[in-house]
């Protein structure tokens, strides 16, 4: 999913993209689009970009002399789970694009288009921030840590901190792939109490005898959470390209597998938090951990495990229900001990529910249970 620092990059390519360019005529949306139809005509208009947190604005404002005459007309968007902008030729729409804006003649006709294959993306008119919403990560650094700190009596501090990181009106712009990292860099638990997390912050006073320089050098090599929440964002920016997006093959988004520490990483371990999204982590998950969830390593495909990661992670005794006994149910074979977690239905009983065809006793056949008794595989969300 898009988050704070794609959404900041997307404003980044639309104000560059679009820079020199005079757009014209409607703005045109999908017929399969739920969102709202963009009321705006012009004969010649410019479009920029500015993003706080999960949210893009595109600010469309008619040149001097533009027929009809008319105010600029403002757009928030939230991108979803695959939102992006793209700039095409005109006559090569990309699929799944919501809503253009076409550039005017004379010259190459071009569209800027709003592209989202799996539509959650969204967009309102009128301009205005989503309510609610706290300070952006990225640019309101300042007031987003006082938001923080200043309400931690809130009962969403209540909850582990890896959930608590995706409540957007504390963290506006971290989403699942930063928490982890940020998590990960300062070896915090995922499911330790965020208020335990968080309160530390305000325990910690440098010692008065250092110097200045040295209390902020020290703060520099040792950053807090609320740092990184900053920090972090900063880094995928810097890296230019388009952040986490659909488009994996992608050559930008090569330089950003590379600097993912974390999520999805082989070695790393995924719960899943009890909004059922994927938080990545390397170690104890934390006392909060939601009831039955088991922590599942990510392996390397096509590769094989070493001496010690076989040491790590050896296969299951045989009396565990492994995936691998699951898998050969229908083979003759002495049966497993059977899965604590799996309800017994005594034998006797079955035999007795089920409906006789014939009055002949048909020859005993091994049973084959197709349903699959293991817990939804983790996924990166």
């Not at 689009?33 to 920029?48: C, G, K, L, Q, T």
């Not at 890896?162 to 070896?187: T, V």
Request: hydrophobic residues 30%.
């Amino acid at each position: 999913m898009p988050e704070g620092p794609e959404l900041h990059l997307a404003s980044i390519f639309v104000n560059e993209a679009c820079s020199g360019l005079v757009f014209g005529g409607c703005v045109e949306k999908s017929s399969v689009s739920r969102n709202p139809e963009v009321p705006f005509e012009s004969s010649a208009y410019s479009i920029s970009a500015t993003a706080r947190g999960k949210e893009l604005r595109l600010i469309l404002s008619p040149l001097p002399g533009a027929q009809p005459p008319q105010e600029p007309l403002a757009l928030v968007f939230r991108f979803g789970m695959t939102g992006s902008f793209q700039l095409v030729p005109a006559d090569v729409l990309p699929p799944h694009a919501h809503l253009r804006f076409y550039t005017a003649p004379p010259g190459s006709r071009l569209a800027l288009c709003f592209v989202d294959i799996r539509r959650f993306g969204h967009w309102d008119l009128g301009g205005e921030w989503q309510p609610g919403r706290g300070p952006c990560v990225l640019l309101e650094y300042e007031q987003f840590r006082e938001n923080v700190l200043r309400n931690l009596a809130d009962k969403a501090f209540d909850r582990p901190i890896c959930e608590a990181l995706l409540d957007q009106r504390f963290f506006n712009g971290i989403g699942n792939y930063l928490r982890a990292e940020i998590l990960h860099r300062l070896r915090i638990p995922p499911f330790e109490k965020a208020r335990t997390v968080l309160e530390a912050l305000q325990q910690y006073k440098p010692s008065p005898e250092l110097t200045l320089s040295k209390k902020i050098k020290a703060k520099l090599q040792n950053p807090d959470l609320l740092e990184l929440c900053h920090s972090v964002p900063k880094e995928v920016v810097q890296l230019g390209g388009k952040g986490y997006g659909p488009e994996l093959g992608e050559e930008d988004f090569a330089a950003f597998q590379a600097w993912l520490r974390c999520y999805g990483i082989p070695g790393m371990n995924s719960l899943r938090d009890r909004h059922g999204r994927t938080i990545w982590f390397q170690g104890d998950p934390g006392p909060l951990v939601p009831k039955g969830g088991k922590a599942q390593k990510k392996k390397s495909k096509g590769t094989q495990a070493g001496p010690e990661a076989r040491k790590r992670d050896p296969p299951p005794p045989s009396k565990t229900p492994s995936r691998a006994q699951r898998a050969q149910r229908d083979l003759p074979k002495q049966p497993a001990a059977q899965d604590p977690d799996t309800p017994s239905v005594p034998k006797k009983g079955k035999r007795r529910q089920r409906p006789a065809t014939s009055g002949r006793r048909r020859p005993q056949k091994t049973r084959t249970d197709n349903s699959s008794l293991e817990p939804e595989e983790t996924s990166a969300s």
